[in-house]
């Protein structure tokens, strides 16, 4: 499984963003996607995911009505809407596919493919 992620920018505090996963590749072996975002000199964190069948959706408590996934079946896009955006959100985020067999769906075990990361800077 390939990831092409895009998206991302510079944006002023209380602005959107919407990020793009696009996925290629042997998809039907996917339990599901998610994105992880990683701030300089801190862990790379969990921040949302979506199931590959049946569209369940999880957030992160930080994010938990601000930010939105979503899937677009026809072309295998999962989508992050982010708004009102706050300066701690910002860092590298990363696109990231899995059969959420080996974890849970919270944890980066879970994931066996990652796209490269797209930088989202939020200024104050």
């Known amino acids: 499984v390939q990831l092409q992620a895009s998206g991302g920018g510079l944006v002023q505090a209380g602005g959107s963003l919407r990020l793009s996963c696009a996925a290629s590749g042997r998809t039907d072996s996917l339990g599901g996607m998610g994105w992880f975002r990683q701030a300089p000199e801190k862990e790379r964190d969990f921040v949302a995911a979506?199931?590959?069948?049946?569209?369940?959706?999880y957030y992160a408590d930080s994010v938990k009505g601000r930010f939105t996934i979503s899937r677009d079946n026809a072309d295998n896009t999962v989508y992050l809407q982010m708004n009102s955006l706050k300066p701690e959100d910002t860092a590298v985020y990363y696109c990231?596919?899995?059969?959420?067999?080996?974890?849970?769906?919270?944890?980066?075990?879970?994931?066996?493919?990652w796209g490269q990361g797209t930088q989202v800077t939020v200024s104050s």
């Open positions: 979506i199931s590959w069948r049946g569209g369940r959706l």
């Open positions: 990231s596919a899995g059969a959420w067999s080996k974890a849970t769906i919270y944890h980066l075990g879970a994931y066996d493919y």
